[in-house]
Every structure is written in C-alpha cells, then in structure tokens.
C-alpha cells in the first residue's frame, strides 16, 4: 500500500513537531497529484501511529486542487485529466504550481497547543509512492496476465 510510505513520511514530521507529547489532531494538505486515496491514507496513518504519542490522532486532510502555469503565455489553470495542455495557448510545457503538496499544516497536542505549518520531504515520499504504484501495477499485470505494454488501470 503506496499511503503506508506517505504516513510514515507524516508521522516523522509529527513525532518532531510534537517533542514527544501526545497528538491529539494532524491537519494535512495534500495535492490531487499525489493521487492519494483518503481512506487508505488514514488507515495507514493509524497504522504507523500505533504504539507512539501519535496513536489515536484524528487525520484531517484537505484537498489542493491542481494548477498550472503554462511556460509560452503564463496563463495559469486548473487542470484534473490529461491531457495537460494550456486552455489559453494550448502550449504542452506546463509547471505546476500547486497540487504537487503534501503539507502538515498544523499538529494540535493533547495539551490544546497547536504547532502550525511543517512541510514533508514530499519529493522523496512522493518518489516512493510512484514507484510503489508502478509495482503494484506490474504486479497487477502479472496476476492478470494483462499484456505488459498497456496500462492496467488509471490511478
């Protein structure tokens, strides 16, 4: 499950925000890039949290949507599906310029005090996640036998 590498990645934030003390509450924002499908994340997170001053934090997540920034124009736009084309140009050469985050916006500590904004080394848990995803989709293929070549279903 490619949310364990992610709630891990959270915890250690959390655990060192939170200096040992108990964590009553994490809010996170995380980018619709990073595919993250809600439910596991926080199944994962009370997985990895068990046994640590983190165990039974409530996981709250809020969505941030995906822009982009289109390198010809500077047009910016809000793009879910590919494909990923400027809507004023139609130039490909895009930036994001958010929906690529995963932040832990704020840790409320079972004592009412609450540490505002860390950021995840996401570039490292998102490297993970993707790789996690291409295994769990060769893997899918091989019990499958669906043809290597063509993808086996869309995340």
Do not use: Y
Request: glycine share 8%; proline share 5%.
């Amino acid at each position: 499950m490619h949310e364990m590498a992610l709630a891990e990645g959270i915890l250690s934030v959390v655990l060192d925000a939170a200096g040992g003390q108990n964590v009553r509450r994490v809010c996170l924002r995380v980018g619709k890039l990073l595919m993250v499908v809600p439910d596991s994340l926080q199944f994962s997170f009370e997985l990895a949290t068990d046994g640590t001053p983190a165990a039974g934090a409530v996981l709250e997540m809020e969505d941030v949507p995906a822009r982009w920034r289109c390198l010809q124009c500077g047009a910016e736009s809000a793009l879910d599906l590919p494909p990923f084309n400027c809507q004023s140009c139609g130039a490909s050469e895009l930036e994001v310029v958010t929906g690529d985050e995963l932040l832990v916006d704020a840790v409320e500590l079972e004592n009412g005090v609450t540490i505002r904004r860390r950021e995840v080394a996401a570039d490292a848990i998102l490297e993970k996640h993707l790789l996690e995803h291409e295994q769990d989709d060769r893997h899918d293929r091989e019990d499958n036998g669906a043809h290597p070549g063509r993808p086996h279903h869309i995340h």
